[in-house]
């Protein structure tokens, strides 16, 4: 089993690898005493994120993700790094394939499923959905610095 390697950590930054896209298929994640998730891994705490949480998936072909399942209050961004398949929410199917992204409120019933060929490879980004203030937009909450880059 694939594990995640920390990198680097300092007061105000933590990095890991996952390993290389073509490696998440040899990730493990235990839900249950009778129930592995095999090709996916979380990495929200191993950064120590306060506010997110992410994961990548790698599914073969004809696999799906098992489930539907909803959220309580976080919304998701899905991004398909590799290979095609189709994207069900709320019982709308549609064709998903590397570049596509997806965004599912906390309420929308989701699942993936890879129905092409080769192995299709996905990042989920889970957030609290609560609407950005102006305060919040990235244009607003930058401050670029007078600083040299130390490279």
């Given at each position: 089993?694939?594990?995640?390697?920390?990198?680097?950590?300092?007061?105000?930054?933590?990095?890991?690898?996952?390993?290389?896209?073509?490696?998440?298929?040899?990730?493990?994640?235990?839900?249950?005493?009778?129930?592995?998730?095999?090709?996916?891994v979380f990495g929200?705490?191993?950064?120590?994120?306060?506010?997110?949480?992410?994961?990548?998936?790698?599914?073969?072909?004809?696999?799906?993700?098992?489930?539907?399942?909803?959220?309580?209050?976080?919304?998701?961004?899905?991004?398909?790094?590799?290979?095609?398949?189709?994207?069900?929410?709320?019982?709308?199917?549609?064709?998903?394939?590397?570049?596509?992204?997806?965004?599912?409120?906390?309420?929308?019933?989701?699942?993936?499923?890879?129905?092409?060929?080769?192995?299709?490879?996905?990042?989920?980004?889970?957030?609290?959905?609560?609407?950005?203030?102006?305060?919040?937009?990235?244009?607003?909450?930058?401050?670029?610095?007078?600083?040299?880059?130390?490279?």
């Amino acid at each position: 089993m694939k594990q995640i390697e920390k990198i680097a950590q300092g007061a105000n930054y933590a990095a890991i690898n996952v390993g290389r896209i073509s490696e998440i298929i040899e990730h493990e994640l235990p839900m249950g005493p009778d129930f592995t998730i095999q090709g996916k891994v979380f990495g929200g705490q191993a950064v120590g994120a306060a506010a997110s949480e992410f994961s990548f998936q790698t599914l073969v072909p004809g696999q799906d993700s098992g489930f539907l399942h909803t959220h309580k209050t976080h919304e998701e961004l899905y991004f398909i790094l590799r290979g095609e398949g189709q994207y069900q929410v709320d019982g709308e199917i549609f064709p998903v394939s590397e570049g596509s992204v997806i965004r599912v409120s906390p309420d929308g019933k989701r699942a993936l499923k890879n129905t092409g060929s080769e192995n299709l490879t996905m990042l989920c980004v889970q957030y609290k959905a609560t609407p950005f203030t102006e305060a919040d937009n990235p244009m607003n909450d930058g401050i670029i610095l007078q600083e040299p880059l130390n490279w």
